[in-house]
């Protein structure tokens, strides 16, 4: 049979898409990504908050009229809209599901399809673990959905952060590490077995990374031994998904000693007031994050910031979000997305006093993306002129001499990249040397020096 999958949500479902076609084409199945030529549809799906339920809702009714008109068999919903909705709510909602399967489903992937070809179903298959627990090794097969130069890398699944906007603890389980040694093993797996330029880290914290294993924080030790594998000038790792809260001087030291890891950091901070913090238990202080972002700029050269923040969270007051504002004014983070507080019922935030109104959310929101907008052109601007090392992602449609790339300072899919002018489409896949001859708010023009 022909298998289609649609991945939605983070890196992390998208790895999860990844291990499902491996286990898919492990068992000879044909994977194709046109959905008209195939007899199944996998549909992996977000549903942290509502834009995102929305998002896979549609993915699935769009794919139902596919099977409406005949041209697919069965329809498989993988992922959080499995996880986080409840099997009779699922199953009435959306009748042209013939399965819904869960996180620690996704190993068992051809016997769910088996199944749906031989039984006579008179329902949906429904196979959720409420408590998953299933985290992918080394062992699992795996196929790449990325371009073959970059690939995400899960270091561990779940969280215990408890954050009280967040539905990830509910959707995906407890935090749950794998091993320092499945990590290499697979790091020197998928290095062997494609081009790879970059590696990007990633989890729910990466930084909690080892404390349910190794009952301490562990992600520096893992960084240590990753550099000391066998890697090329060429290759870089990078690390998405940190929490303020978890970082230690040793991990930072690895961070600044190590040019093979980007100077870049993901670290969604959320908030700034310590009244906004508290309530949503981030487990960290105004003061402590300001000393976070001073050592972490003193010590890592060239250091890129990527940060994503929450307004409009309940009992937000004009005083608090003046804070942020000024926070934001002052220390010119690299990278910033705002988003505005997503009242998820499951949540422990949703029962909190003092709801901000959508009106007073939606010009805070705004406020803060014009002041971001204008603080990320000026950091652009900053860069013409200069030269830049660009790892070449794909070719413009448009012309094959104009190539599109990301620095070390933009991560794929969440930032920005770089139009690389007088290029060569056989560059794709390499690091090219780039002058910076123009700069917009979140992306540059430069280009290729020949040398
Ligand atoms: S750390 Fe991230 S994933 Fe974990 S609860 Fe907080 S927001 Fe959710």
Redesign the pocket.
């Known amino acids: 049979m022909r298998i289609s999958i649609q991945s939605l949500g983070c890196p992390k479902n998208f790895v999860d898409s990844e291990v499902i076609c491996g286990y898919l084409l492990e068992k000879k199945y044909t994977l194709t990504n046109e959905i008209e030529n195939a007899d199944v549809a996998i549909i992996n799906t977000c549903s942290f908050i509502q834009p995102a339920v929305e998002e896979s809702i549609d993915a699935i009714l769009q794919t139902a009229r596919l099977k409406k008109e005949g041209k697919l068999k069965y329809i498989i919903v993988a992922g959080c809209l499995s996880q986080r909705y409840k099997q009779q709510d699922l199953i009435e909602s959306l009748p042209e599901v013939d399965a819904f399967i869960g996180v620690d489903e996704i190993s068992k992937i051809d016997k769910i399809i088996e199944k749906l070809d031989t039984v006579n179903l008179n329902s949906a298959i429904f196979q959720v673990n409420p408590k998953p627990c299933f985290i992918y090794d080394e062992k699992s097969p795996r196929f790449l959905l990325t371009p073959r130069h970059y690939t995400y890398l899960k270091i561990a699944e779940g969280?215990n952060?408890?954050?009280t906007?967040?539905l990830?603890?509910h959707i995906k389980g407890r935090y749950r590490s794998r091993t320092i040694e499945s990590v290499l093993t697979e790091v020197q797996n998928l290095t062997a077995d494609y081009p790879l330029k970059e590696i990007i880290l990633v989890a729910?914290?990466t930084t909690y990374y080892g404390m349910d294993l190794y009952g301490k924080l562990a992600l520096s030790e893992l960084l240590q031994k990753m550099v000391k594998l066998p890697w090329d000038e060429e290759q870089r790792i990078r690390i998405l998904?940190t929490?303020p809260a978890h970082y230690d001087d040793y991990l930072i030291e690895t961070i600044a000693q190590n040019p093979i890891i980007c100077p870049y950091l993901d670290i969604?901070l959320q908030h700034i007031s310590n009244n906004v913090l508290k309530r949503m238990n981030r487990k960290i202080c105004q003061k402590d994050i300001l000393k976070l972002i001073k050592k972490l700029r003193d010590r890592i050269h060239g250091l890129t910031i990527r940060s994503t923040f929450i307004v409009g969270f309940p009992g937000e007051t004009d005083d608090d979000f003046q804070q942020l504002y000024d926070f934001i004014k002052e220390y010119r983070l690299e990278k910033v997305g705002v988003f505005p507080f997503y009242n998820e019922a499951e949540c422990p935030a949703s029962r909190l006093s003092e709801h901000v109104p959508e009106s007073i959310k939606k010009a805070r929101l705004d406020k803060l993306m014009r002041l971001q907008q204008e603080i990320s052109l000026e950091l652009q601007i900053a860069k013409i002129g200069k030269e830049k090392r660009v790892l070449i992602d794909e070719v413009s449609e448009k012309n094959k001499k104009i190539l599109l790339g990301r620095s070390c300072s933009e991560a794929p899919e969440i930032d920005g990249n770089i139009t690389v002018l007088k290029g060569d489409y056989r560059d794709v896949g390499k690091w090219v040397d780039v002058k910076i001859i123009n700069a917009h708010p979140y992306n540059l023009v430069g280009e290729k020096i020949c040398k």
Request: glycine share 8%; proline share 15%.
């Open positions: 969280c952060n408890g954050c906007y967040c990830i603890p729910e914290d998904y929490h969604p």
